[in-house]
């Protein structure tokens, strides 16, 4: 991984912020689907494409390259739109989401395209799928094994027992190259996460079963990068990061509101944007950086 | 078309002494040769290895075995991230739990998501006995049949286990193999031919007898199936036995044949009568060959405890049953 410098930084957080102008984009076009998740994910995928993952967008098949086995399915708009920005298709092809007879599946299915390490959409699964993954590749490769498998879970999604199976494994084989992301955005679809079902102390539950945790701030990333590095270094322990993130990020109307958990823009609560503003407002305060400029072209 | 040609089959078959064996056991045998022939091929186990008899392939080969504690939800999945890995892995526990508690795990990770895990469902049916009925899956072989992609195999004894356990090893998909608990009648030799969806016949009677009921039956009670045909033999009644070892894909060539011999099926299964083979051979017949059946099975009800033999005699499976069951269609035609 190269050294994350100032310029790079910024490279990614402009990157990160086209992820989140075709986020917006593709839920108008397919008029339903999530957007507080995505959104607040964009970052964290961002880095993730753009510097951590060893991967080819034009090789998707290359048998050394890290794993990202997205757990919580229903984010999938950031999903698709960092592929596409990396390469993997055309940025165009994002407006097809959730469309018939689209490769961008409502939730992602593996088959229908390059590049995705699973099918998801029911909760709960993929931490079970990243560490059969890691399994199988200690028995190739040995515990000396440099890639990486990377599990990306919402914090909802740990309301699910199949999760805490998928802990205790992993902690009991000492699963040294996974490493898991839980978008700590405290919001599911009825409500907050601890009001719903509390998760806290989500740090111990997590040391508890034998994994090396780290908490950061989603949206810095430096830190994201740093606790990457961190998780990779730690030997002898799969390692958790836990990201608190803010759901909706980069657009006033949607920021920490759970209400736009399951809602595109233009579905959205209306009491603070109408709906049919939704959307343009929306694109307009991601291309004009909150109104730091004037638009994207100046 | 009298005297079908047979395939090798036990000769003490009808004999009060033929041998037995857990068909369960096949699995094990099956699973360490199709360990030793493909490097690729892992096991996964949820605290039952003996009673899957999995030790077999955790002995030999440890570092290939993962250990899942009592967590077949994550096994499902476990055994799907390793297949995308190219592993081959056999995860097994009660079918009760396996694919009884994480079915949509099976859907989801192993099916929709098409990677090559094989599901093995051991104490199937009634006869796992005075367990009661808490463990007495008779619901298993219609969950996994409804999953598209799902290969769904019930063996008949020891021997075809470990004949179904090497073919799916061999077989790129998803494949379900549920496995009964008790010592079973070895119905089939080594020297039977196996291949995943064709079946076969295992009965045909005596010359001059004309053919006028089908039984179509699988697994466990295959060898009452066998008992049952003989018997009626001795009555004058020509019934032809075929194994369904593969519950789907159906074999449904075999059995419009059979349907339009005979003009009377009668099924037999130690499962539910709604959603299992009963239900595959009626969807098969109805829309080509319509053609009158009698279900033997369970009739939309749960087990209870007592012994093997007097639960499948209590819930209409024993071989009077089954007579009885040829008798009223036969009678019908």
Redesign the interface.
Known sequence: MEHLHDEKIKALELRANDVRQTIIEMLIEAGSGHTAGPLGMADIFTLLYFHALRHDPLNPDWPDRDRL?LSNGHICPVLYATMAHAGYFPVEECKTLRKFGSRLQGHP???WLPGL??????L???L??????????R??RGRQSNRFYYCLLGDGELNC??IW??A??AGKEKIHNLIGIIDRNNIQIDGFTEDIMPLESLKDKWESFGWHVQEIDGHNMEAISNAINDAKAIFNKPSMIIAHTIPGKGVDFTERRFEWHGNPPGKGPGDVVTKDQQGIVALNELRTLRGLIKSEHE | MNNMKLPPLNPKLFDADVEQAPIRKGFGEGLLQAGEENHQVVALCADLTESTQMHLFRNKFPERFVQMGIGEQSMASVASGMAALGKVPFFSSYAMFSPGRNWEQIRTTIAYNNVNAKIIGSHAGISVGPDGGTHQPLEDMGLMRMIPRMVVISPCDSIEARKATLAAAKYEGPVYIRLAREATPIVTTDETPFEIGVAQTFFEPKEGLGVTVGIVATGSLMHNALLAAKKLEGQGVGVRVLNIATIKPLDVDAIIALAKETGAIVSVEEHQIHGGMGSAIAEALSTSFPTKQVFVGVKDEFGQSGTPSELVEHYGMGVNSIVEACLQIHTQA
């Open positions: 086995i299915h593996r088959e390490e699973t099918s998801s959409g029911p709960g699964s993929g079970s799928q990243a560490v059969g993954m890691a399994l199988a590749d028995i190739d027992g199949q199976e998928a205790m494994l």
